[in-house]
T-cell receptor, first 113, second 110 residues
Framework: EAQVTQNPRYLITVTGKKLTVTCSQNMNHEYMSWYRQDPGLGLRQIYYSMNVEVTDKGDVPEGYKVSRKEKRNFPLILESPSPNQTSLYFC????????????FGSGTRLTVV | GQSLEQPSEVTAVEGAIVQINCTYQTSGFYGLSWYQQHDGGAPTFLSYNGLDGLEETGRFSSFLSRSDSYGYLLLQELQMKDSASYFCAVTYTGGFKTIFGAGTRLFVKA
């Protein structure tokens, strides 16, 4: 089944404790992206990647890192999480970045206390 | 910067037609997409407009006017299951960065 898999689905962590949210897609898509979703703010792009080793900042990259060492994987790293990073995170992938749109993962609900 | 405007809420009755508008800033515009998100779920892709005009997919249609920096999603024969949030998203040139609007909450009443 074609899909984007994110893990974990839920995570509660403490301020400052490094964490990684994994994202993997099995559709051989070139484009991958991370979004965070907060009430009333829609989906805000954190980072995106156009191909292996090619990444760029979205609108809210502060406090996040990404890497794209393999085409299928695009992990999101929070080196020192803070409470304002409590949010719902979505990973998404797309073949072209345009036509056909993005396929989203199921989301990761992160709480930083 | 790049921003999109769409209404925050729309209410319609079952069987009716509803239109959700989206305006955007033109700088670097490449195409307009629409996504649906039910409560507790992930966004799902509905349509993409790269050129001016209407794209139809079943009960859903999407329209783009580049000259007006404007698009809309048209939902016909509304069903209760169409109650969801709808997001317009603009893809920009230079890496195909994709920015989402804040979303329109659609309530379908019986």
């Amino acid at each position: 089944e074609a899909q984007v898999t994110q893990n974990p689905r839920y995570l509660i962590t403490v301020t400052g404790k490094k964490l990684t949210v994994t994202c993997s897609q099995n559709m051989n898509h070139e484009y991958m992206s991370w979004y965070r979703q907060d009430p009333g703010l829609g989906l805000r792009q954190i980072y995106y990647s156009m191909n292996v080793e090619v990444t760029d900042k979205g609108d809210v990259p502060e406090g996040y890192k990404v890497s794209r060492k393999e085409k299928r994987n695009f992990p999101l790293i929070l080196e020192s999480p803070s409470p304002n990073q409590t949010s719902l995170y979505f990973c998404a992938s797309s073949l072209s970045g345009t036509v056909g749109g993005y396929t989203f993962g199921s989301g990761t609900r992160l709480t930083v206390v | 910067g790049q921003s999109l405007e769409q209404p925050s809420e729309v209410t319609a009755v079952e069987g009716a037609i509803v239109q959700i508008n989206c305006t955007y800033q033109t700088s670097g515009f490449y195409g307009l997409s629409w996504y649906q998100q039910h409560d507790g779920g992930a966004p799902t892709f509905l349509s993409y407009n790269g050129l001016d005009g209407l794209e139809e997919t079943g009960r859903f249609s999407s329209f783009l006017s580049r000259s007006d920096s404007y698009g809309y999603l048209l939902l016909q024969e509304l069903q209760m299951k169409d109650s969801a949030s709808y997001f317009c998203a603009v893809t920009y040139t230079g890496g195909f960065k994709t920015i989402f609007g804040a979303g329109t909450r659609l309530f379908v009443k019986a």
